[in-house]
């Protein structure tokens, strides 16, 4: 800048300082000759940035420095500059910082003096590209209109007119208000809506709009208050996709929720209506269930009761059998003793008959002997009578005896008969308590089954209920839907 004041441009110098324009004035060997405050400011702001990939770079000190700072590799530049002939427009990107420059070749009398090179920030402008193409496209697939923010349209893509039926100079001057029905046009809504638009807010929705031949069109839209650089709405740009279609199916669709929505409420009520009888039916089989496990305990306890007086019969009638048999055996050897006293009886008759033998012979030599046997003929009396007497006596008892044997062997008869009895009806006795403790177990058996089912009924019957609190879900969740599907057919 010193340099380039000592050459006594003054008014130049005054007029560079005072540009907005961020200059900078290089001589013939590329050395920064002068900075005006512009691009000074500049330079101060983006100098942390560019220290980041610059680490000599120091704002202060530009000047008297050479423009090879902002390079890594400055032999490319220098060569184009050489050969630079005439204004030369270039980006380049240092860093996080995009610059555009403009460098202007100096010549005095045909040779090279210096560069002047403008310097501006390109992020502003990439962005406004950005933003350009990125409007372009939406332009190129979408429905766009401009309107004053007093609704009156400024201009409008292809995409949109086409939708709506409307040449540009039919609708250019017009207010928006064409595109809706008169009754809306009048609304408090609807001016509320544009005064909203002019407050600067956000407007976006599915709106139904009126197209030139007066079908409906549906389309889901924004518009969008665009502001100037003092905050105030300047027009307001409207982004629209047509939805008609959409909003027919879901039209269709809203009619065939309703029908199907309809007959599920039908089911639903029905699927509470058997629910309800299943769970009364369950309720009364369980009552029965209950029942009937009980009446099972009952039996069961009957049963066992039973079988524990037919294992005492058992016992019992094996008692008998033994007692008969004993029984039995004593009346053998009562008849066999009677059997052994018949052959003393007969020894004693014997005797007894040998004895009147003797005292018939006695009787015979005291006759002889005459009244000397006298006395012996009446001794020998006295041994006949008690020879008598013994042989009655004998005759009594063998009488008894054969009596003592004739019912020792109807005793041994009947007592054989009863044993046989006793046989069977302990044959009885053991198939009847086997039968019993047979019965025991599948009573038993039958007990806990019917005390499962009791359980497995009462679970049914829970389950019923579950079921039938699931049908009422079901039927709230259906009103749910029914809710959501009325949302989404809006």
Aim: net charge negative.
């Amino acid at each position: 800048m010193r340099t380039f004041a000592r050459s006594g441009n003054t008014s130049e110098v005054a007029a560079l300082a005072a540009l907005r324009t961020n200059v900078m004035i290089a001589d013939a060997a590329m050395n920064i000759t002068y900075m005006n405050p512009a691009l000074t400011r500049f330079m101060q702001e983006a100098e942390a940035d560019l220290k980041a990939e610059l680490p000599r770079f120091d704002a202060a000190k530009l000047v008297g420095s050479n423009i090879d700072i902002f390079h890594k590799d400055p032999s490319h530049q220098r060569r184009m500059l050489a050969a630079l002939d005439k204004p030369h427009e270039a980006t380049i990107r240092v860093g996080k910082r995009v610059f555009d420059l403009l460098v202007t070749p100096l010549a005095k009398a045909g040779q090279r003096i210096g560069f002047v090179v403008e310097w501006a920030d390109a992020q502003e402008r990439l962005l406004n590209l950005d933003y350009s193409a990125q409007i372009a496209a939406i332009s190129r697939s979408q429905a766009v209109i401009e309107f004053q923010p007093d609704g009156t349209i400024v201009t409008a893509n292809r995409n949109f007119l086409d939708l709506m039926g409307y040449s540009l100079d039919e609708v250019q001057g017009r207010h928006h208000g064409i595109f809706v029905e008169p009754e809306t046009r009048t609304s408090r809504e609807y001016n509320e809506f544009w005064d909203r638009l002019r407050r600067g807010e956000y407007q976006a929705a599915q709106f139904k709009r009126l197209a030139r031949d007066g079908r409906s069109v549906w389309i889901e839209g924004s518009y969008n208050p665009i502001l100037d650089r003092h905050g105030k709405v300047a027009k307001i740009v409207k982004f629209a996709t047509d939805v008609t279609a959409d909003v027919k199916r879901l039209t269709e669709l809203k009619v065939l929720i309703d029908e199907n929505f309809a007959e599920v409420d039908r089911a639903v009520g029905r699927s509470n209506e058997e629910s309800e009888q299943a769970r009364v039916a369950a309720g009364k089989t369980s009552d029965s269930v209950q029942s009937v496990a009980a009446a099972a305990e009952e039996l069961a306890r009957s049963v066992n009761e039973i079988a524990a007086s037919m294992s005492k019969a058992r016992a019992t009638s094996d008692e008998a059998q033994q007692q008969t048999q004993a029984a039995g055996d004593l009346t053998q050897r009562l008849s066999d003793t009677a059997t052994a006293m018949s052959g003393i009886v007969g020894l004693i008759q014997n005797i007894a008959s040998q004895i009147n033998l003797l005292a018939l012979n006695a009787t015979i030599e005291s006759a002889r002997a005459g009244e000397a046997g006298r006395g012996f003929a009446v001794v020998a009396q006295e041994v006949k009578n008690l020879a008598n007497q013994a042989s009655r006596a004998t005759d009594q008892i063998a009488s008894e005896i054969g009596n003592v044997q004739s019912v020792s062997a109807q005793v041994v008869g009947s007592l054989s008969t009863i044993l046989a009895l006793v046989e069977t009806m302990r044959d009885y006795v053991v198939r009847t308590a086997a039968a019993v403790e047979e019965q025991s177990v599948v009573t038993q058996d039958m007990s806990a089954n019917m005390q499962d089912a009791a359980g497995a009924v009462g679970a049914i019957a829970q389950n019923i209920g579950a079921i039938s609190q699931a049908v009422g879900s079901v039927s709230q969740a259906v009103e749910t839907t029914k809710g959501a599907a009325r949302v989404l057919a809006r």
